[in-house]
């Protein structure tokens, strides 16, 4: 007759499989979701630094092109001070 001792040492190692399962499969759910939250993460980073390189990019072509449309008058300018200046001081 088994007792209730020899029933537990028995059924130990099963109990301690199906734990060891248990406890697998969540890690790997844990896992799974760690994973994809990294994935998500990553994707919207990727993103985020497309838009940044696009307005950077954005950002220099409106500084070239406001540097040479200021240069262009800001010259003429120079220029007439310049010949106004020679003809008062009569040089």
Same mark, same amino acid.
């Given at each position: 007759?088994?007792?209730l #001792?020899t029933k537990?040492?028995? &059924?130990?190692?099963? @109990?301690?499989?199906?734990?060891?399962?248990?406890?697998?499969?969540?890690?790997t #759910?844990?896992?799974?979701?760690?994973?994809?939250q990294?994935?998500? =993460?990553?994707?919207? @980073?990727?993103?985020?630094?497309l =838009?940044?390189r696009? +307005?950077? =990019?954005?950002k220099?072509?409106? &500084?070239?092109?406001? +540097?040479?449309?200021?240069?262009?008058? &800001?010259a003429?300018?120079?220029?007439? +001070?310049?010949? @106004?200046?020679?003809?008062?001081t009569?040089?």
């Amino acid at each position: 007759m088994l007792t209730l #001792k020899t029933k537990s040492r028995e &059924l130990a190692p099963v @109990l301690t499989t199906c734990g060891n399962m248990i406890e697998s499969g969540r890690l790997t #759910k844990a896992r799974d979701q760690i994973a994809e939250q990294l994935r998500r =993460k990553t994707l919207e @980073l990727s993103q985020a630094n497309l =838009k940044l390189r696009h +307005s950077n =990019k954005m950002k220099d072509q409106f &500084l070239a092109s406001m +540097s040479h449309e200021l240069r262009t008058p &800001l010259a003429g300018i120079l220029n007439l +001070s310049e010949a @106004l200046m020679e003809k008062s001081t009569g040089h």
